[in-house]
């Protein structure tokens, strides 16, 4: 089963590796994660280099389908967030393949 990664182990690793205090690790997280929200919300692209690429694609409406009815239902336009890995990720994730793992652990 997979792990989750939660903002509390975000800071606890920004301690361990930048040696600020844990409430200064907490606050810094907070604030990347801030700011990227803040830039998504305004329609800002965030790429963050070796890591990937988020933005924010406006869908428009269309007509979907109930699948236990088969009812048409229309669909509101939104914004969709989007993320695209950058290769230097996908390569990392695809290490363990290449190396007789699948990555999902024991």
Known sequence: MANTVTRAQLSEAVYQEVGLSRNESADLVESVLDEISDALARGDMVKISSF?????????QRIGRNPKTGEEVPILPRRVLVFRASHVLKNRINEGLVNGSDGAGA
């Open 52 to 60: 990937g690429s988020f933005s924010v694609r406006a869908k428009g």
